[in-house]
């Protein structure tokens, strides 16, 4: 039995779990797996190899945090390292006793610049997943500088342009890493989905990660393509002082989301990782909105796909009907069908695992778990 991999996953949203289930599934099965995360429940079926240890939140209050200590400055190399939370203790508590007995080969980290800090600080080689985002400051840099290499759940060419040679160079790109990409039939999806086939269908969608869409200006987009159908999934923000036509339905969450983006005829969506590379492997004219995110994520990912020309990007949805009408134009006049398929790799769970594997390889030349000096009493 080689060392392990270790894997700490963020648990907002589904995104990162389902990136490590890939993983997972792709790493030979001698190569164990150990995953930290806040919450075991957001996980696709993992494999054998595959271990959840439930560590406490590292940015939400567990109970018997200390008051008082907010004065005391954070340094710029930390983004959330709030003073006198023994959530936090434990949970760095139980990652560092691992790393002293399991001896791993390397720790993946996505996302948390300090658990990345603390990889290295441990003298265990990590990989930090790499994301879209204003991230040039100290905290990221130090997680990206320290790392012995970088995985992004994306095609090259949505890097952004501030990331140098270097960087990409250490870079392993993985497009379409933790999404199931396979696109259903159209006309089958439509049926699933109770949409004619001749209906002009406009989708509109939000991941988990935020609050959604406003129901205001979802009005009125239906209000300026009154003959086509609108059909959200994922939540959407109720506004008192939204007008809508009955051409407009809200289908909350639903299991379907891949049938759905089949059957339309044009996407309006949030440009969460999964919810991109859903899209793109469908091929579908997209209208990208930008939700807030930490460190502006949402915003750089949008100004990525658009200078690769595969969604046509608007700050925020359009506030009157004349700005419907021109980004639905817009949109569907910029529609790239086999530029946002080439985004899409053809197997990128695989890619990432060999990748991981070579990595430490390099790292590891013979492989051979070390045996821990006893602690003295």
Request: proline content about 7%; aromatic content about 6%.
């Amino acid at each position: 039995m080689r060392r392990p991999f270790g894997y700490f996953v963020h648990h907002q949203g589904r995104g990162h779990a389902e990136r490590c289930a890939a993983i997972a599934h792709a790493l030979p099965t001698d190569r164990p797996l150990t995953i930290f995360c806040a919450a075991d429940d957001i996980f696709p079926p993992l494999p054998a190899h595959a271990t959840i240890i439930r560590i406490p939140s590292l940015f939400e209050a567990t109970g018997g945090e200390a008051a008082g200590m907010d004065w005391v400055p954070t340094p710029a190399t930390l983004h959330c390292a709030p003073l006198g939370w023994p959530g936090i203790r434990h949970a760095m508590a139980t990652i560092a006793t691992w790393f002293d007995s399991a001896d791993p080969a390397l720790m993946i980290c996505d996302v948390s610049a300090e658990i990345a800090q603390l990889s290295r600080i441990c003298s265990v080689p990590h990989v930090k997943v790499l994301q879209h985002g204003d991230r040039s400051d100290a905290g990221h840099r130090a997680a990206y500088d320290g790392a012995a290499g970088l995985l992004a759940a994306f095609h090259a060419d949505l890097a952004q342009p501030d990331w140098d040679a270097a960087m990409r160079a250490r870079t392993c790109f993985a497009g379409g890493l933790g999404v199931d990409t396979r696109v259903p039939d159209r006309a089958q999806a439509r049926l699933r989905i109770g949409v004619a086939e001749d209906a002009e269908m406009i989708l509109v969608m939000a991941g988990g990660g935020g609050s959604g869409f406003g129901q205001a200006p979802l009005g009125v987009g239906a209000r300026s393509r009154p003959d086509a159908r609108w059909i959200t999934i994922g939540p959407v923000v109720r506004d008192w002082h939204a007008t809508e036509l009955a051409n407009i339905e809200h289908r909350g969450w639903v299991d379907t989301a891949a049938d759905h983006i089949a059957a339309a005829d044009l996407v309006i969506a949030s440009t969460g990782n999964t919810t991109c590379q859903q899209i793109l492997a469908a091929a579908r004219p997209w209208l990208a909105v930008p939700e807030w995110r930490y460190f502006d994520e949402q915003h750089r990912k949008a100004d990525a796909l658009a200078a690769a020309g595969v969604a046509c990007v608007r700050p925020h949805l359009p506030s009157s009907a004349d700005a419907w009408t021109n980004a639905i134009g817009e949109t569907l006049a910029r529609h790239r069908p086999d530029r946002q398929r080439a985004m899409i790799a053809d197997a990128p769970a695989a890619d990432a695992a060999d990748w991981l594997e070579a990595l430490a390889a390099r790292l590891w030349p013979t492989d051979t778990p070390s045996i821990p000096t006893p602690h003295l009493s």
